[in-house]
């Protein structure tokens, strides 16, 4: 994958959770970082699918 597709898969999903928290103003790296982390989990399960780990 791309870095440009990684880095627009993050931008979208840092806005969709800005979007679901209100939308406050200041928080553009949180996000960021929350969506980044997100994104890079669903990487890891798609590129690994035997050795997720079970949720909760």
Same mark, same amino acid.
């Given at each position: *994958? &791309?870095? #440009? &597709?990684?880095?627009?898969? @993050? ?5 969709? %959770?800005?979007?679901?928290? /209100?939308?406050?103003? /200041?928080?553009? %790296?949180?996000?960021?970082? *929350?969506? *980044? +982390?997100? @994104?890079?989990?669903e990487d890891r #399960?798609?590129? &690994?699918? +035997?050795? #997720? #780990?079970?949720? /909760?």
């Amino acid at each position: *994958m &791309s870095d #440009q &597709s990684r880095e627009e898969r @993050i931008r979208k999903r840092a806005y969709e %959770l800005w979007e679901k928290e /209100g939308k406050p103003e /200041g928080n553009d %790296l949180r996000f960021w970082e *929350m969506a *980044m +982390g997100e @994104i890079d989990e669903e990487d890891r #399960q798609k590129e &690994s699918p +035997g050795k #997720q #780990q079970p949720a /909760g």
